[in-house]
């Protein structure tokens, strides 16, 4: 196993991080660490698995809050749920609900530009660097049971989590780039959805690729700013998100074997 995909009926990019290996050797306890994308679709027995077979017990949405206000997480207790915006509501968040709002052709047409910016502004911005900071905080007071983290599609705030945070475990970068890309695969039945709706539209197809495709230069580009501002994600780790080397080696003790 390495980061395999949940067997859910109605959330696609929903993934136990169970199995996937460090640099030295020690590998991911399963039913820990889960990413997910948008909680409000998930069916009651989607529901029940998170509850019961992973005994899910911290959730963490880094939606904008628009988003939690018009698509709310589920009510699953004894959950334990916050708030974490890494990012206001932009247009490219209202591609997921309407194709006719206005100026949607534009952010199609400016879309890989867009995603571009977002991979910075989610590393180096203040908002960001505030957003992930305090996901690590509420992981390290997180003991028990599974802990989940996400967004709409689950495929870019919530990979920049998961990159961080396997990081902070020990996975090696390439294992990180493999996982990240998976979104791709999981989230095809979406993108081919919208671009049925864009059938009318063929000039809309690049953009549509863009906001959908999980792609590798979009990772290069976070941790290029990352490298730019501070030398490595190690550096970052600990001077951006305030994580000391206690803090490193109880997660990596805790969520390791």
Not at 112 to 129: A, C
Not at 159 to 177: F, H, P, Q, R, T
Not at 184 to 196: I, N
């Amino acid at each position: 196993m390495k980061g395999h995909r949940i067997g859910l009926r109605s959330l696609p990019n929903t993934r136990d991080y169970g199995g996937m290996q460090t640099t030295d050797g020690r590998f991911i306890l399963p039913k820990k660490l889960i990413r997910s994308g948008e909680l409000h679709k998930a069916s009651k027995e989607d529901k029940k698995t998170l509850l019961n077979e992973y005994d899910l017990k911290t959730i963490v949405d880094i939606r904008s809050e628009a988003e939690r206000l018009l698509q709310p997480d589920p009510i699953m207790l004894p959950v334990m749920h916050y708030d974490d915006t890494a990012r206001e509501l932009s247009e490219l968040d209202l591609l997921q609900h309407d194709l006719k709002a206005k100026g949607i052709t534009g952010t199609l047409s400016e879309a890989k530009e867009l995603m571009e910016k977002l991979y910075e502004d989610l590393v180096v911005s203040k908002q960001g660097i505030n957003c992930y900071k305090k996901l690590f905080r509420i992981l390290l007071d997180h003991e028990e049971g599974a802990f989940l983290w996400h967004c709409t599609q689950g495929k870019d705030r919530t990979g920049i989590g998961a990159m961080l945070i396997l990081s902070a475990l020990g996975v090696s970068k390439e294992d990180i780039y493999k996982d990240y890309e998976q979104s791709s695969l999981y989230l095809k039945g979406q993108k081919e959805d919208l671009l049925l709706k864009c059938e009318k539209h063929p000039e809309w197809k690049e953009g549509v690729d863009a906001w959908c495709e999980a792609k590798k230069k979009y990772l290069d580009i976070a941790y290029e700013n990352i490298k730019d501002a501070y030398g490595s994600v190690d550096r970052y780790l600990k001077e951006a998100l305030e994580l000391s080397q206690e803090d490193i080696t109880t997660l990596q003790d805790r969520l390791l074997v």
